[in-house]
């Protein structure tokens, strides 16, 4: 069978496999997941939620420092309607 064959079903491929005994174990270990996939999975996912979530909380209070010290620092701002000035 040469590899430029247009028309390839699955049996053909099965008995391709079968002969190849090579090629098919090295599929199997490309495909097959090792058994602490999951739990390595779980664990970068964990560690990188933990990190945006240290960020967030960090700019949320450095957010607020800088309002609370301008709130604090700076005068407050008294509306135009409620000047007494005369014309």
């Given at each position: 069978?040469?590899?430029?064959?247009?028309?390839?079903?699955?049996?053909?491929?099965?008995?391709?496999?079968?002969?190849?005994?090579?090629?098919?174990?090295?599929?199997?270990?490309?495909?097959?997941?090792?058994?602490?996939?999951?739990?390595?999975?779980?664990?970068?996912?964990?560690?990188?939620?933990?990190?945006?979530?240290?960020?967030?909380?960090?700019?949320?209070?450095?957010?607020?420092?800088?309002?609370?010290?301008?709130?604090?620092?700076?005068d407050p701002a008294s509306p135009a309607d409620q000047e007494q000035?005369?014309?």
């Amino acid at each position: 069978m040469k590899p430029d064959d247009e028309l390839l079903t699955e049996d053909d491929l099965d008995e391709e496999l079968e002969e190849d005994l090579e090629l098919s174990e090295r599929l199997r270990a490309l495909f097959d997941p090792s058994a602490d996939l999951r739990d390595r999975t779980a664990d970068d996912v964990g560690r990188a939620l933990q990190g945006r979530s240290v960020l967030a909380t960090a700019l949320d209070l450095l957010g607020l420092g800088l309002w609370t010290t301008r709130a604090l620092l700076s005068d407050p701002a008294s509306p135009a309607d409620q000047e007494q000035e005369g014309i």
